[in-house]
């Protein structure tokens, strides 16, 4: 209900609509960034998990929600945003500009078992990669500048075992494929 309020509002205004991220990352043991990107359920590009800011809730807590629905991932959320990105949502009868604020999430376990499994691929793959991967350049720049930051590894320290989520190339088939 709230969702389309906004939607109408904004686009009755000219705003752009606004979305909360999660960027899910781990070190790798030499110390480089892997991201892990999915794919949309509609169009099947690759993305990071997002969705529409919840009610009563911060917006880094709603990022961190949709990690754990769409992508099965918990861990530590960033409560200041890392960047924004841009892109065309499509709607029924039209495409709306939306803005998206990004959160950091070091991923500390990975579930066998979440609600968007049988809906998504998942890929732990490296930073510069996966900004190559996603259609939206300003998504792209602020996952290499992420990387490139000492943010990254002060929010997650090294993992002694990555090997907890996921190898790190390995890509991670949505459960009954």
């Not at 720049?141 to 929010?155: D, G, H, K, Y």
């Amino acid at each position: 209900m709230a969702k389309d309020k906004q939607k109408k509002r904004h686009l009755a205004d000219g705003r752009p609509l606004e979305q909360v991220a999660a960027l899910p990352f781990r070190i790798t043991e030499d110390g480089g960034v892997d991201i892990l990107v999915m794919t949309s359920r509609e169009t099947h590009r690759v993305v990071i998990p997002k969705g529409w800011p919840m009610k009563n809730r911060k917006d880094w807590k709603s990022a961190q929600i949709e990690a754990r629905q769409e992508a099965g991932v918990i861990g530590d959320i960033g409560r200041k945003r890392i960047g924004q990105y841009r892109y065309w949502k499509r709607l029924e009868t039209h495409f709306a500009l939306v803005k998206v604020s990004v959160y950091p999430l070091a991923v500390r376990r990975q579930l066998s078992d979440w609600p968007e499994r049988h809906e998504r691929a998942q890929m732990w793959i490296n930073a510069e990669d996966a900004a190559l991967l996603v259609d939206e350049p300003e998504l792209g720049a602020l996952i290499v500048e992420f990387a490139q930051s000492p943010t990254a590894r002060r929010l997650a320290p090294r993992h002694e075992n990555a090997s907890k989520t996921a190898d790190a190339k390995s890509p991670v088939a949505p459960a009954g494929t």
